[in-house]
């Protein structure tokens, strides 16, 4: 009976994928990855059984009427026709394959309603690699998480007390979900919301992981104003560090005492 597990390769291969994980991409029937990092590719081709990159099917936006949806759901698909098949399935995915990775929750999702077996496997995720690159602790002050067009287009509460992750920055604003980048207007627009709350002279980052050996960490120190001419890629993260210190919630504090001196008293 046809099995699925979808893995993470990290984002920089070497050192960055579980022994488990390795496993499932060695000894599974046919591997599937969406991977990017041609080295990660090239790996994946030399250890796999069968070793089938759907990467191609990102073409579909080309097509009138097709979006991103459209495309992660044939990808889906894709994977899940092997699954039907009866065939040990691996999918692979760049980082954690469940961050910003839909492709590998449907395919779960649609697996296990039919009957077969399927489940994920964690992976190192661009977070993982911003705490380390960065000296960013999220347990310090909290840490708030959003995908940056969600940011522009709902009514989100932030917390300038603490740090916030702006995922996918270099499409921002981008209601068609056919393209793959943004422009200087579209970042206007998400800055204007963001001066809300911060001051446009407010100190925020771009930040890059390195995906393999020679490529270099970006860890770029930008003014928020100047944000709209930044140069971005699609997987460029902005990075707001805290602007304010945490306030005490004076009334829970004066509970908490009044507990510990009940405590104390008994």
């Given at each position: 009976?046809?099995?699925?597990?979808?893995?993470?390769?990290?984002?920089?291969?070497?050192?960055?994928?579980?022994?488990?994980?390795?496993?499932?991409?060695?000894?599974?029937?046919?591997?599937?990855?969406?991977?990017?990092?041609?080295?990660?590719?090239?790996?994946?081709?030399?250890?796999?059984?069968?070793?089938?990159?759907?990467?191609?099917?990102?073409?579909?936006?080309?097509?009138?009427?097709?979006?991103?949806?459209?495309?992660?759901?044939?990808?889906?698909?894709?994977?899940?026709?092997?699954?039907?098949?009866?065939?040990k399935?691996?999918?692979?995915?760049?980082?954690?394959?469940?961050?910003?990775?839909?492709?590998?929750?449907?395919?779960?999702?649609?697996?296990?309603?039919?009957?077969?077996?399927?489940?994920?496997?964690?992976?190192i995720s661009?977070?993982?690699?911003?705490?380390?690159?960065?000296?960013?602790?999220?347990?310090?002050?909290?840490?708030?998480?959003?995908?940056?067009?969600?940011?522009?287009?709902?009514?989100r509460?932030?917390?300038?007390?603490?740090?916030?992750?702006?995922?996918?920055?270099?499409?921002?604003?981008?209601?068609?979900?056919?393209?793959?980048?943004?422009?200087?207007?579209?970042?206007?627009?998400?800055?204007?919301?963001?001066?809300?709350?911060?001051?446009?002279?407010?100190?925020?980052?771009?930040?890059?992981?390195?995906?393999?050996?020679?490529?270099?960490?970006?860890?770029?120190?930008?003014?928020?104003?100047?944000?709209?001419?930044?140069?971005?890629?699609?997987?460029?993260?902005?990075?707001?560090?805290?602007?304010?210190?945490?306030?005490?919630?004076?009334?829970?504090?004066h509970?908490?005492k009044?507990?510990?001196?009940?405590?104390?008293?008994?």
């Amino acid at each position: 009976m046809g099995k699925l597990v979808c893995v993470g390769t990290g984002l920089r291969m070497a050192g960055q994928l579980t022994p488990l994980s390795k496993s499932y991409i060695e000894s599974f029937d046919v591997v599937f990855a969406a991977v990017p990092n041609m080295f990660t590719r090239e790996w994946l081709k030399g250890v796999a059984k069968n070793y089938v990159c759907i990467l191609d099917h990102y073409d579909d936006a080309q097509l009138d009427g097709k979006n991103r949806r459209d495309t992660y759901r044939r990808m889906a698909d894709t994977i899940l026709a092997e699954v039907r098949a009866g065939k040990k399935v691996c999918a692979a995915f760049y980082g954690h394959p469940g961050i910003f990775a839909c492709i590998s929750h449907m395919a779960i999702k649609d697996a296990r309603a039919e009957g077969f077996e399927a489940h994920m496997e964690p992976g190192i995720s661009a977070l993982d690699c911003l705490v380390a690159d960065l000296g960013i602790d999220p347990g310090n002050n909290g840490m708030i998480s959003m995908e940056a067009t969600q940011f522009m287009i709902f009514e989100r509460v932030i917390d300038p007390s603490a740090l916030f992750v702006v995922w996918q920055i270099g499409i921002a604003g981008d209601l068609t979900l056919k393209r793959y980048d943004t422009e200087p207007a579209h970042l206007q627009i998400i800055v204007n919301k963001l001066a809300r709350t911060y001051s446009l002279d407010h100190e925020v980052i771009l930040y890059e992981a390195a995906t393999h050996a020679l490529e270099q960490t970006r860890a770029e120190k930008i003014r928020l104003g100047d944000l709209p001419s930044a140069s971005l890629k699609q997987h460029t993260t902005l990075v707001i560090p805290a602007a304010q210190s945490m306030q005490y919630d004076e009334d829970i504090m004066h509970q908490l005492k009044e507990l510990e001196r009940l405590r104390a008293a008994a």
